[in-house]
Nanobody, 126 residues
Framework: QVQLLESGGGLVQAGGSLRLSCAAS????????MGWFRQAPGKERESVAL????????YYIDSVKGRFTISRDIAKNTVNLQMNSLNPEDTAVYYC???????????????????WGQGTQVTVSS
C-alpha cells in the first residue's frame, strides 16, 4: 500500500504559476512510477504528467508541454508538478497517482494507477 497526499493547489490568475507536491508514505517509493492526473467538471480524468521510477523519463500531454514540469525526490518520497503560464483550461482537481513498475527508466503507458491521492483543487481565473 502507498498513501499519497497532495498539497499546493489554490486560486491563481491566468499567466501565473503553482507548484503541487505529493508526499508518499508506505511501501518503497522508488518502486513506483508516479503521475499527476486532473479532472475538470464534466470531463473525464486525464493524465497530465508522468515520471519513471528513477526520474530519468517523463511524459506530458500536449496541452501542458513547455509549461509543466514533473520531478521527484526519492530521498524525500515526494513528486512535484511545477505549473507555469497557467490558463483557465487548466482549472481542475489534480490527483497524484502511483503504479508499481518493473522498469526504473521507463514510464508505463497506459499508466493505469494503482493508488490515488485525495486531490487538490487548482482554479485559474481569467
Amino acid at each position: 500500500q502507498v498513501q499519497l497526499l497532495e498539497s499546493g493547489g489554490g486560486l491563481v490568475q491566468a499567466g501565473g504559476s503553482l507548484r503541487l507536491s505529493c508526499a508518499a508514505s508506505g511501501r518503497a517509493f522508488s518502486a513506483y512510477a508516479m503521475g499527476w492526473f486532473r479532472q475538470a467538471p464534466g470531463k473525464e480524468r486525464e493524465s497530465v504528467a508522468l515520471i519513471s521510477r528513477s526520474g530519468v523519463s517523463t511524459y506530458y500531454i500536449d496541452s501542458v508541454k513547455g509549461r509543466f514540469t514533473i520531478s521527484r525526490d526519492i530521498a524525500k518520497n515526494t513528486v512535484n508538478l511545477q505549473m507555469n503560464s497557467l490558463n483557465p483550461e487548466d482549472t481542475a482537481v489534480y490527483y497524484c497517482a502511483a503504479r508499481a513498475w518493473i522498469s526504473p527508466a521507463t514510464v508505463p503507458l497506459p499508466f493505469r494507477p494503482e493508488f490515488w491521492g485525495q486531490g487538490t483543487q487548482v482554479t485559474v481565473s481569467s
